[in-house]
């Protein structure tokens, strides 16, 4: 994920606090947002039956970390309509079992305490997660370094510029093992 965000540092890139379950996760899908009340994940199980098969849901949950809005249960419906994982600028439970299910989750924290079911919230408009903005069919990915989002409308130019930041690492990567310093590296490529 880091290559997607060379050309362009911290740009879509979610604050540290989100973070896998799973260091080995991977995920990549066009975003499903949710916007909900802290402590009620009513409108999760909306963004569920909302997303399509490789979506990834993305909760705003305002940071709220003092109930787990998300587990197994949720877990396991996600994988039921194969929803490519899951961010929630939240807390989740049963992280443990989710872990072992392999459903990619990405959270600011775990916390065992239920929430209430009873507020509708609001699916496919653009909200906040990890201080970064996300709007409907956004491309959200997320990796062991954490999560970033590539807007629409920029999709092209940022992949577009992967593959030329990827043949630069590779460079740099050869000439490293060679002993050569990075930045000496660097210039030799630009």
């Not at 209430?116 to 903005?133: F, M, T, Y």
Request: hydrophobic fraction near 40%; charge should be positive.
């Amino acid at each position: 994920m880091a290559d997607n965000n060379t050309g362009t540092p911290r740009q879509g890139v979610m604050d540290s606090g989100i973070k896998p379950i799973d260091s080995k996760s991977h995920m990549v899908g066009r975003a499903v947002t949710v916007r909900h009340y802290p402590g009620d994940n009513l409108a999760l199980h909306q963004g569920i039956y909302a997303a399509n098969p490789g979506d990834v849901l993305v909760l705003d949950c305002r940071g709220y970390t003092e109930a787990g809005h998300f587990g197994d249960i949720m877990a396991l419906a996600c994988q039921a309509r194969g929803i490519a994982g899951v961010v929630i600028d939240g807390s989740c439970r049963n992280a443990e079992d989710i872990k072992t299910l392999g459903l990619p989750a990405f959270v600011r924290g775990f916390n065992p305490t239920g929430t209430v079911e009873a507020s509708l919230g609001q699916v496919n408009v653009p909200i906040a997660c990890g201080g970064v903005r996300v709007n409907p069919g956004d491309i959200a990915l997320g990796d062991c370094d954490g999560v970033a989002v590539v807007l629409r409308e920029s999709e092209d130019h940022v992949f577009a510029g992967r593959g030329q930041n990827l043949r630069k690492s590779a460079i740099l990567w050869k000439n490293s093992k060679r002993g050569r310093a990075p930045l000496k590296s660097t210039a030799l490529i630009s």
